[in-house]
C-alpha cells in the first residue's frame, strides 16, 4: 500500500525560529513529490520535486528530495506569523496518475509573535 | 486571471439526500481532479475529468459522480448522503493535458455538512 508519512503533525515556534518539515514516502511508480500550503482553504502550491539532492527555494522556503532514502524536507527560515499554516505534502505517480496525488496528513505550523 | 471557483461555498443537507457541487477551472485549463478533505482521512483523490472524460477514479463508492462539460467546467454529485461525506470538497485544475498530475490549483472547496 503506497504511503506518505508526515512529521511532526503539528509545532509551535517563535516568530524568528527555522522550522523543518519531513515528508517520508512508501509508493511505487514515484514520478514527484509536491508542497503545498493550507492556510484556510484552497492548498497552495509551494514546489515539484523530481530530482535528488537539487535544493529548490523560494524566499525563506526551501525543499529537498532525497530518492535514496524516501524522503524530503521543507525548511522555513525566520518564520512569520504569515506562515502559519497547514504543509501538506504530496506524490504524483509514474502511471494512473492524471489529476492524482497521494497526500500526507499535513504538519500544522503555528508561527507565535 | 480568475483562479479556480467553486460554488456553493457552503450547504447543509440531511441523510439521504443528494448534492451537486460545480467548479470552474482556471481558463485555458482542461484538466479538473476533485479531491475530498475530513479531518480524519485528510485530502483524497475522488476523480479527475479532461475533455469531458474520466480519465482517473480514486477508491469512492458508486454514490459519487461527476461530469465535465465542453467548457470544462465539472460538476460533482453525491447522491444518498451519508453522515460520512461531511468534508470540504476541493476541485483543482491544471495545465498538464498529459500523463500525470502536476501542479495542481485548488479552489477554495464547497464545505457540505450532512445531518
Known amino acids: 500500500e503506497d504511503k506518505v508519512v508526515q512529521s511532526p503533525l503539528s509545532l509551535v515556534v517563535h516568530e524568528g525560529d527555522t522550522v523543518t518539515l519531513n515528508c517520508s514516502y512508501e509508493v511505487t511508480n514515484f514520478r514527484s513529490l509536491l508542497w503545498y500550503k493550507q492556510e484556510k482553504k484552497a492548498p497552495t502550491f509551494l514546489f515539484m520535486l523530481?530530482?535528488?539532492?537539487i535544493e529548490k527555494k523560494s524566499g525563506r522556503l526551501s525543499s529537498i528530495l532525497d530518492k535514496k532514502e524516501l524522503f524530503s524536507i521543507l525548511n522555513i527560515t525566520a518564520t512569520q506569523t504569515g506562515d502559519s499554516a497547514v504543509y501538506l505534502c504530496a506524490v504524483e505517480f509514474r502511471t494512473d496518475s492524471w489529476g492524482k496525488l497521494q497526500f500526507g496528513a499535513g504538519t500544522q505550523v503555528v508561527v507565535t509573535p | 486571471k480568475a483562479g479556480v471557483t467553486q460554488t456553493p461555498r457552503y450547504l447543509i443537507k440531511t441523510r439521504g439526500q443528494q448534492v451537486t457541487l460545480s467548479c470552474s477551472p482556471i481558463?485555458?485549463?482542461?484538466?479538473v481532479s476533485w479531491y475530498q478533505q475530513t479531518p480524519g482521512q485528510g485530502l483524497q483523490f475522488l476523480f479527475e475529468?479532461?475533455?469531458?472524460?474520466?480519465?482517473n477514479k480514486g477508491n469512492f463508492p458508486g454514490r459519487f459522480s461527476g461530469r465535465q462539460f465542453s467548457n470544462s467546467r465539472s460538476e460533482m454529485n453525491v447522491s444518498t448522503l451519508e453522515l460520512g461525506d461531511s468534508a470540504l470538497y476541493l476541485c483543482?485544475?491544471?495545465?498538464?493535458?498529459?500523463?500525470?498530475?502536476?501542479?495542481?490549483?485548488f479552489g477554495e472547496g464547497s464545505r457540505l455538512t450532512v445531518l
Open positions: 483543482a485544475s491544471s495545465l498538464e493535458p498529459g500523463q500525470g498530475a502536476g501542479e495542481l490549483f
Open positions: 523530481t530530482s535528488s539532492g
Open positions: 475529468y479532461f475533455s469531458e472524460t474520466q480519465r
Open positions: 481558463s485555458g485549463h482542461r484538466s
